[in-house]
């Protein structure tokens, strides 16, 4: 069956340093879809990136960048000089057919 | 605007007391499901449905029902609701189950007493 494990239950960095959130999901699915979603403190759910399982290429936007590695079945979120901002809970999601299924999620603390 | 509505956004009930929880999303999205979010379980799919008419079980279907009559539409009804189904409820939804990401509405925080 599909999982996806995130084993940071909270991770807490001070502003400016950076920080990888990790994503390890099993499948038995040959075509998915991996997902990251921001929860801020506010509650709402926020999409962030989408990828393929056959797009192994990373990807940058701004100071977001995700690692996907389909050899060890990780799909890494980095933000990179971290902001206070970005205090969330970030959710890692897997899609193979017609459910989603999502990580326990990693509360950021990113203090001032 | 693009969004999804639940309500309500909050309700204290009490065991029993049969309920529902309304979704609506103005997208004309095919795909719509709803997920409950428990402290360091993440969201658990509850029902999902690929169109009007079609719906099927999540992980987590127990104690639940829902149905899709019309396209904008997804309710979420508690018949018998229990305290272990005190939790945040989302609802999203999305063009494709496979290849969109999901739009979620605000979220429902149930309380069962």
């Known amino acids: 069956a599909q999982k996806v494990t995130q084993a940071q239950t909270e991770i807490s960095v001070v502003e400016k340093e950076d920080v990888t959130l990790d994503c390890v999901y099993e499948t038995r699915d040959t075509t998915y879809y991996l997902f990251w979603y921001k929860q801020p403190p506010s509650g709402e759910l926020v999409f962030l990136i989408r990828r393929n399982s056959f797009d192994e290429q990373n990807e940058i936007s701004g100071r977001y960048s995700w690692n996907f590695q389909k050899s060890t079945s990780s799909f890494n979120f980095t933000i990179t000089a971290s902001q206070v901002v970005d205090s969330a809970v970030y959710f890692c999601a897997h899609t193979g057919g017609f459910k989603t299924i999502f990580g326990a999620g990693t509360r950021l603390f990113v203090k001032a | ?113």
């Open chain 2, 1 to 113: 605007e693009a969004q999804v509505t639940q309500n309500p956004r909050y309700l204290i009930t009490v065991t029993g007391k049969k309920l529902t929880v309304t979704c609506s999303q103005n997208m004309n999205h095919e795909y719509m499901s709803w997920y409950r979010q428990d402290p360091g379980l993440g969201l658990r799919q509850i029902y999902y449905s690929m169109n009007v008419e079609v719906t099927d079980k999540g992980d987590v279907p127990e104690g639940y029902k829902v149905s899709r009559k019309e396209k904008r539409n997804f309710p979420l009804i508690l018949e018998s609701p229990s305290p272990n189904q005190t939790s945040l409820y989302f609802c999203a939804s999305s063009v494709t189950s496979r290849t969109g990401e999901l739009f979620f509405g605000e979220g429902s925080r149930l309380t069962v007493l």
